[in-house]
């Protein structure tokens, strides 16, 4: 069974920081992007983060650029998601996503390129 569990949600408030990290099994990622997506109540889901299966590669949406990072570890199953200087408005359920990667170069943004999904796990940053 093909699974990816997010941990290291949490409260903090503005200005702070959380680390997100997300551990998949039951099948080899080495050809995967592996992305977090994000949703506040009421929004539409969003592409947050994403990283190459070779993990040299990463995007980010603009929101987040320069105050997020996304790393992958040297086993290809597991990612996390550096957050800092952290704002109200990122407060969400953050999902991390698996898909394969159809191009060397690029993340894919869009949820319906990613096959597998987590539970989620919630982050509220309050002011």
């Known amino acids: 069974q093909v699974q990816l569990v997010e941990s290291g949600g949490g409260e903090v408030q503005a200005g702070g920081s959380l680390r997100l990290s997300c551990v998949g099994s039951?099948?080899?990622?080495?050809?995967?992007?592996m992305a977090w997506f994000r949703q506040a109540p009421g929004k539409e889901r969003e592409f947050v983060a994403g990283?190459?299966?070779?993990?040299?590669?990463?995007d980010y949406s603009d929101s987040v650029k320069d105050r997020f990072a996304i790393s992958r570890d040297n086993t290809g199953n597991t990612i996390h998601l550096q957050m800092n200087s952290l704002k109200p408005e990122d407060t969400a359920v953050y999902s991390c996503?698996?898909?394969?990667?159809?191009?060397?170069?690029?993340?894919?943004?869009?949820?319906?390129?990613?096959?597998?999904w987590g539970q989620g796990t919630q982050v509220t940053v309050s002011s």
């Open positions: 996503a698996s898909g394969w990667q159809r191009s060397p170069w690029v993340v894919m943004t869009g949820s319906a390129e990613y096959e597998t």
């Open positions: 990283v190459s299966w070779s993990g040299t590669i990463s």
């Open positions: 039951g099948h080899s990622f080495s050809k995967d992007v």
